[in-house]
């Protein structure tokens, strides 16, 4: 009997170097050196996080994104070969890096530093578009959809579905037009941090229901308080697992892939929470953010 193969997701984003000091008792500040227990040297952003544990739940995916030539990048590139990721698509040019994140992880939280290079405009964005084996394309930050507006309605034109993680930008996320700018997505996936940037709500209730008003489907994102989604069957919550829990990094984006495989699967909206959260859970046991098979 033929296994009937699962619709692929392209994910687009930009590709960072992450640089992830571990053992941290408190944050640096200035004036002064800190010293990390520990270093990891990690592929990362959301488009790449996500797809690669897409790929590691079993969803093919395919990442969309620019790729800088210079060492940094090099050496990313090549820890991406071993993620079950298809690079088809990916973008390679010289003005596309070095792109770094340096991440600072105490405890169960973590504050971030990073530099972006380049446009986000992939010029092999038509050719991924026009992939016969995709149906959804994942938006890891809204920074590229800013950048690029027309992008789901490029999308929704080849009949894909689309799901957004605004991811942090305090330049963008406080913008009167940040809702409008997101006409037509499918999935949207804010932490509560977010989410109350984006409806004046620091309740997760609260603030769920108002994005409901603009969303179909909504994913948010608490911590160590779990998840909360809504659809038009309602609003639901899910504990978190628990674990222990070695770095954070990347475990959003873990969360967005297992809710993405199970929303494109049409489970409801409960067990696309559960296997978020199961998701996001196995992704902060280890250090760096994709699966530790890439």
């Not at 993620?83 to 992880?105: C, E, K, N, W, Y």
């Not at 902060?284 to 890439?294: D, E, H, I, L, T």
Request: charged share 20%; glycine share 10%; proline share 4%.
């Amino acid at each position: 009997m033929m296994t009937r193969e699962k619709a692929a997701v392209i994910s687009i984003g930009r590709i960072y170097c992450d640089l992830i000091f571990t053992g941290l008792d408190e944050l640096p500040v200035l004036g002064r050196e800190l010293f990390a227990g520990d270093l990891e040297i990690a592929a990362g952003g959301g488009a790449y996080i996500a797809a690669a544990h897409l790929a590691d739940i079993g969803r093919p995916a395919a990442l969309l994104a620019r790729l800088g030539s210079d060492a940094l990048s090099s050496v990313i590139g090549e820890k991406m070969k071993t993620s079950g990721v298809d690079l088809q698509f990916i973008d390679h040019s010289r003005d596309a890096g070095p792109q770094v994140t340096v991440a600072a992880v105490v405890g169960k939280d973590r504050a971030f530093l990073t530099r972006r290079a380049g446009s986000a405009l992939p010029s092999t964005l038509d050719n991924a578009l026009a992939w016969e084996n995709a149906r959804h394309l994942h938006i890891a930050e809204f920074a590229t959809l800013h950048e690029i507006p027309d992008l789901v309605s490029r999308a929704k034109e080849k009949s894909m579905s689309v799901s957004l993680d605004p991811s942090w930008d305090a330049s963008l996320i406080y913008d009167d037009g940040f809702l409008n700018s997101c006409a037509g997505v499918d999935v949207f996936l804010p932490n509560l941090e977010e989410a109350t940037a984006i409806t004046g709500h620091e309740d997760p209730d609260a603030a769920i229901r108002k994005l409901a008003e603009a969303f179909p489907t909504v994913a948010l994102k608490v911590g160590g308080e779990g998840a909360w989604a809504s659809s038009d069957r309602g609003i639901w919550h899910a504990p978190a697992h628990d674990v222990d829990v070695v770095d954070t990094t990347g475990a959003g984006d873990a969360f967005n892939a297992g809710f993405i495989n199970a929303w494109l699967e049409q489970l409801d909206p409960k067990r696309c929470l559960e296997a978020g959260i199961t998701a996001g859970s196995r992704a902060v046991q280890v250090k760096g953010g994709a699966p530790r098979s890439s």
